[in-house]
């Protein structure tokens, strides 16, 4: 059974030091596993016995086109309000506990590895089911329409139903599960699992014009973050604005994963950046 790192509870002791592995940048931003505490929660408007780490918000001259919670809901807690922008998309990720999501289509049950995405304009509620609190990622969009394209619609899988597709020439050592397929231009995003088993790389600094929000699941590596090599391991986020270059060495005894957020088959927006 796979396994999701998490936010921790409390708060670090007195004795602790300051020193940490947080980073903000021009380029890019690393939020560690170990300042996601209690202290950095909030709450929200339409939910119930639920807390929020909001680890991605929009940030003009940085990472713009999405927003990404964790969401820890008590049993019994949730929301009947679902998403509160008509014009967002969403995607649900489950990474602890159980819960039950209600679409237009019905009720659907969600555990550990559970995948949904939803359209903007539909109607959703959530409620936290199980004995132990609900995890969960929650990325948000504004939607950009297209000519000719329908608005995708929603789905509900698990990442356990869905099989890795290997790059080329990796002998699946570097794999990527996808919930969408890349020609599917309906969608104007991908939030995806990418896997590098222990001493497997991303061999060449990837410099592109998708955002990309990474958070770590399991494992450990080095990441090359603009001119940074930067250790991360599970638990901690990063933020990468538009080409930014990236590449990565996957360390340690288990598997490197990350839930990787970008955005993808849209023109590039010409009005709004300058003012006009």
């Known amino acids: 059974m796979t396994s999701y790192a998490t936010p921790r509870d409390g708060l ?16 890019y931003a690393v939020i560690p596993r170990g300042v996601m505490t209690d202290i950095v ?17 929009p940030l003009s001259g940085f990472a ?11 049993p019994g807690g949730g929301t009947d309000a679902g998403e509160p922008d008509p014009e967002a998309e969403g995607v649900i990720f489950v990474v602890s506990g159980r819960l ?27 409620r936290a089911t199980g004995k132990t609190p609900a995890k969960f990622h929650w990325i948000r969009k504004l ?15 698990n990442e356990q139903h869905r099989s890795p597709a290997g790059m080329p020439g990796t002998n699946l050592k570097w794999a990527t599960t996808r919930f969408v397929q890349p020609l599917d231009l309906r969608h104007d995003m991908h939030v995806n699992i990418v896997t590098l088993e222990p ?16 958070y770590v699941l399991q494992g450990k590596a080095v990441y090359k973050l603009n001119n940074d090599w930067v250790e991360v391991a599970a638990g901690d986020f990063m933020w990468l604005r538009a080409f930014c270059p990236q590449a990565c060495y996957a ?8 839930l990787l957020y970008k955005d993808v088959n849209r023109h590039a927006k010409l009005r709004g950046v300058l003012g006009r």
Do not use: K, N
């Open 12 to 27: 670090p002791r007195q004795t602790e030091l300051h020193t940490g592995r947080a980073i903000f940048t021009e380029a």
């Open 143 to 157: 939607y950009e329409t297209a000519p000719g394209l329908d608005i995708p619609e929603a789905f509900v899988t």
């Open 251 to 258: 360390g340690g005894t288990e598997r490197f994963r990350y």
């Open 100 to 126: 039950t999501l209600t679409l237009p289509d019905g009720e659907h049950e969600m555990a550990e590895g559970g995948y949904a995405y939803i359209p903007p304009g539909c109607p959703w509620t959530l």
């Open 64 to 74: 713009e086109t999405f927003s990404q919670y964790i969401l820890e809901v008590m």
């Open 199 to 214: 001493g497997a790389v991303i061999p060449f600094e990837e410099t592109h014009v998708m955002e990309h929000g990474l």
């Open 41 to 57: 929660t909030s709450y929200l408007p339409g939910w119930t016995d639920t807390r929020v780490w909001i680890i991605a918000r």
